[in-house]
C-alpha cells in the first residue's frame, strides 16, 4: 500500500503549481470556503492526517477533491450546448465574411461576362465570393451553379444558400441570400448591392434556391 501512495502521490505533486494556485485561494487561514467534510485518514498529497480532507500543511485542498470538482464541472457541459455554441460561432463567421465581401464590392457595376472590380456580372460575383470568402469553387453561370448543391424552399432559407430568378425567356440571375429576406447580387441595373426578395420585381421572378452542403447557417 505504501508503494501505491507514493505512486499516487507523486503524480499528483507534478502538477504542484497548479496546486499552489489553488492554494493560495483556499489557505485554511484566510477562508473556510467549504463546510467541514467527512473525515478521511490522510490528504494523498502529502499523507498528513486531515480532520475535514484540508492539508495541514498550510497550503491546498485536496488534489482529488480539486479533480472531482472539476470533472463535474465538465460534465455540466452538454454535447447539446456544444453544438449550439460551433453552430452560433460558424454562422457569426459566415455573416462576417459575406459583409466583408460586400463591402469590398459595393458599388461595382454591372458588367455582363465581367470578372473584375471593372464591372462583374451576378454569377462571377457568386462565384468569386465562395471562392475567396468561403474556398468553396463554383461553376462560371447561373445555370451551372442552380445544378450544385441541394434544393431548399423559399420558406428555410438560411445565410449563404444561394436564389436564382429567372429574368427572361433564357436568362438566370443569382444571388447570395443574407438574412431577413435579404440577399446579395450583381444587379444589372444597381451593380453589387443588397435587395429584398419581396420587392415586386424579385418575387416575381423567383425561381428556386439551392445549399451549397457545409456552407450555409
Known amino acids: 500500500m505504501s508503494k501505491l501512495f507514493a505512486i499516487i502521490r507523486s503524480s499528483l505533486m507534478r502538477g504542484g503549481a497548479v496546486w499552489q494556485l489553488v492554494g493560495l485561494i483556499t489557505r485554511r487561514s484566510q477562508v473556510q470556503i467549504l463546510p467541514p467534510l467527512p473525515t478521511f485518514p490522510f490528504c494523498p498529497s502529502c499523507f498528513f492526517t486531515s480532520s475535514n480532507f484540508w492539508c495541514y500543511r498550510g497550503a491546498v485542498a485536496c488534489p482529488l477533491l480539486v479533480c472531482c470538482l472539476a470533472l463535474l464541472g465538465g460534465c455540466s457541459f452538454t454535447p447539446s450546448q456544444s453544438e449550439e455554441y460551433s453552430s452560433f460561432a460558424l454562422s457569426t463567421s459566415l455573416k462576417q465574411k459575406l459583409d466583408q465581401h460586400y463591402h469590398e464590392w459595393q458599388g461595382v457595376v454591372y458588367r455582363l461576362g465581367g470578372v473584375s472590380k471593372k464591372g462583374i456580372d451576378c454569377s462571377a460575383f457568386v462565384r468569386e465570393a465562395f471562392r475567396s470568402k468561403l ?65 415586386p420585381y424579385w418575387r416575381d421572378r423567383y425561381w428556386q434556391a439551392r445549399r451549397i452542403i457545409g456552407v450555409t447557417q
Open 135 to 199: 474556398g468553396v469553387e463554383l461553376p462560371r453561370t447561373a445555370v451551372l451553379q442552380s445544378r450544385r448543391g441541394v434544393s431548399v424552399k423559399r420558406h428555410a432559407l438560411q445565410r449563404g444558400d444561394l436564389v436564382f430568378f429567372k429574368t427572361g425567356r433564357r436568362t438566370r440571375h443569382v444571388g447570395i441570400y443574407l438574412e431577413a429576406g435579404r440577399f446579395l447580387h450583381a444587379s444589372v441595373s444597381q451593380g453589387v448591392t443588397i435587395s429584398a426578395l419581396d420587392n
